[in-house]
């Protein structure tokens, strides 16, 4: 019962469109004759049609505008419509006004459901409007629906899981448009088979953890189809086209957003992320909209706002160019598809969230083409530089880079395994995940999933007779043990630590149970560090500081060395300072770009001493200073000095 029948059927209807080929139409009808399954369902399954598309030619077909429905329901809605009519005939009412309620459906060609709602607007004697949505908001409805009816206690989980078991799942119906055709399916199936049929007839001395974490390292670039122009899907391929088409201004992102072209919408929002140098991409459903946000020198900047109908259809899209699950709207998912972007080969890292007002996207983008910095390049200057070039040429001891998430700490041991790779030494790394990759360097990416942690892999490349090792980050008491066993042993250990500053390192390993003797006999170097955003050359200006707040600064450098000071080429007696006045080429901001702000601790007999008697990080702090260590605060000063930086930001990310 679910066509109009005073129309030409709807399968009819979408052959008239040219949206279905007469062949597939009369295979649909030989094929679900006599099914109780609704066209609106089976055109969604076999991926004929997606879920935008296929709303917009429902409403066109029945007459009904499409509705662009909050996800955030009021108290009223749930007392208008009896819970159970909602699981059967696919509505959700969504505004419950004195004269007049909104209802939404996925399919309005649901004869049944036309007659309940025209039944209520009788017995009631309230004007019902009835409103086309996709599945998907209907979904994300039906569940704040749910969620709003358990929390007042107007129903029970068990009554609702009753229902379901009545009238089906409705969320394992959604699908969309296929990720690869039948073809490009089978072949990735075969390869994945093949490979995994490899892993298993190998020879038991390869089933070690290391080699079945190779195997699962294979099957996943054969899965996702990105590591080769030749493994793109058609779809793939079709995208990367629209990726090259230029996007270098606010507005014709939003001339292509008008367009309403979603997989052009997409290539536009990652290009302008790239030529802006934007770090990642945020996808937020709001509650009647779409945000749209670039992280640009580490800064979240609102780039445009989307109508919130736009959201399935794009999220819809990322998933398939990650090969993520379209049809999965409830847990978190994560993907990568690399991508040539000017001769630069760029990965898109994805990451699904279900929130409230629906899935919020996250895209990371690595350059991985990019070139390795210089210390100097990174900000690493002076008297800290001469601390960092010492320890990196010793033969063993643990260097470790603190700070918080995205504060540059990897970038930085990078750089320090770009100098230190050479032809003579066996470098080899654990990251989760794989983000640049260094040539001449030994990388391995961890799989906890299967067991092999940092931990576990850490104990397996020892046998690889390494000279130096970096450890993505040591997290647990585990990994900080066999990392300080293995500096005990004639190896070079670089890894990261999250941390605040340099001194609190040494009770921070001291909480995961490291015994004060071994990390004095370990820890060589503690580096801690920041992100500056820096001035734009194109708009650079000095400005004038009251005599006070100079004189304060001063104050605040009185005890750097003086070496330092010559080293960095500063004048404390001059002290000038600079801002950027924003231009088109720093986007208003004022800066263009980031540099590094750092601490470096170097171990002494009595910072040693010290951390045989267990100190407070504070206590080491100040006994790092009074042995000449420059702080972050005052590498951040200095470089204000220099130009290089502003003194709001010198504040903004020093200030604990």
Not at 125 to 138: A, C, D, F, N
């Amino acid at each position: 019962m679910d066509e109009i029948l005073t129309k030409t059927s709807f399968r009819d209807f979408l052959v008239e469109k040219g949206e279905l080929q007469p062949d597939v139409a009369r295979r649909l009808q030989e094929e679900y004759s006599g099914s109780k399954k609704s066209i609106v369902d089976i055109v969604l399954a076999k991926g004929l049609l997606d879920e935008i598309k296929l709303r917009d030619l429902l409403a066109e077909y029945t007459g009904l505008r499409v509705g662009d429905v909050p996800f955030g329901l009021s108290q009223k809605t749930f007392k208008f419509l009896d819970f159970k009519n909602c699981y059967r005939y696919r509505i959700v009412t969504y505004d419950v006004g004195d004269d007049l309620v909104r209802i939404a459906t996925d399919n309005p060609l649901n004869l049944e459901m036309r007659e309940v709602v025209d039944f209520l607007e009788r017995a009631r004697g309230i004007k019902i409007e009835l409103y086309v949505v996709t599945k998907s908001e209907l979904i994300q409805l039906l569940n704040n629906y749910t969620q709003g009816l358990l929390d007042n206690q107007e129903v029970g989980a068990e009554q609702i899981n009753n229902l379901k078991e009545t009238y089906g799942e409705i969320y394992t119906e959604v699908s969309q448009a296929p990720i690869l055709t039948k073809e490009e399916q089978e072949k990735a199936k075969e390869l994945e088979d093949q490979i995994k049929d490899q892993a298993k007839a190998a020879p038991q001395q390869e089933s070690s953890l290391e080699m079945r974490a190779a195997a699962e390292t294979r099957a996943q670039e054969v899965k996702e189809m990105g590591l080769m122009e030749d493994s793109y899907s058609a779809e793939q391929k079709s995208w990367l086209k629209m990726l090259q088409e230029k996007v270098e201004s606010v507005e014709q992102l939003e001339k292509i957003i008008n367009s309403r072209d979603i997989p052009r919408m997409v290539a536009a929002f990652v290009h302008y992320a790239i030529y802006t140098k934007a770090s990642d991409i945020h996808i937020e459903p709001m509650t009647n909209k779409i945000r749209v946000r670039y992280r640009i020198d580490g800064v979240l900047q609102e780039v445009i706002e989307m109508e919130k109908n736009l959201l399935p259809a794009l999220v819809s899209r990322i998933k398939i160019l990650a090969l993520l699950k379209i049809d999965e709207h409830r847990i978190p998912q994560d993907g990568q598809f690399r991508v040539t972007f000017e001769s630069r080969m760029v990965d898109l890292r994805i990451s699904m969230l279900p929130t409230v007002y629906g899935e919020k996207v996250v895209i990371r983008i690595l350059d991985v083409s990019s070139g390795r910095l210089t210390l100097d390049q990174l900000g690493i200057q002076g008297m800290t530089k001469q601390k960092v070039e010492r320890n990196i040429k010793r033969s063993n001891g643990m260097i470790l880079s603190t700070g918080p998430t995205g504060s540059g700490k990897s970038t930085t041991l990078f750089s320090i395994l770009g100098i230190v790779s050479t032809p003579g030494v066996n470098v080899i790394t654990l990251e989760d995940p794989v983000e640049y990759h260094i040539p001449g360097v030994n990388q391995v990416q961890t799989r906890p999933d299967i067991g092999f942690t940092f931990a576990t892999g850490l104990r397996s490349i020892l046998r690889q007779d390494p000279n130096i090792v970096m450890v993505g980050e040591i997290r647990d008491g585990e990994t900080a043990e066999l990392a300080v066993h293995a500096s005990l042993t004639g190896h070079l250990v670089l890894s990261t630590l999250h941390t605040n500053d340099a001194p609190s390192a040494i009770p921070r390993l001291i909480d995961m149970g490291i015994e004060p003797f071994l990390i004095t006999s370990s820890l060589v170097l503690v580096m801690a560090q920041r992100l500056c955003r820096k001035i734009c050359d194109h708009c650079r200006s000095q400005i004038e500081l009251p005599v006070e707040k100079a004189q304060e600064i001063k104050q605040y450098l009185v005890n750097v060395p003086e070496e330092h000071i010559k080293l960095v080429n500063v004048d404390l007696n001059k002290m000038k300072f600079s801002k950027g006045l924003g231009c088109d080429y720093c986007k208003d901001t004022g800066y263009k770009g980031r540099i590094g702000v750092y601490e470096a601790l170097e171990m002494s007999e009595q910072l040693q001493e010290l951390a045989l008697k267990k100190a407070s990080g504070v206590d080491i702090f100040e006994k790092a200073v009074e042995e000449g260590m420059i702080t972050m605060r005052q590498d951040a000063f200095l470089k204000a000095l220099q130009g290089m930086t502003t003194l709001d930001e010198v504040y903004r990310v020093t200030t604990k």
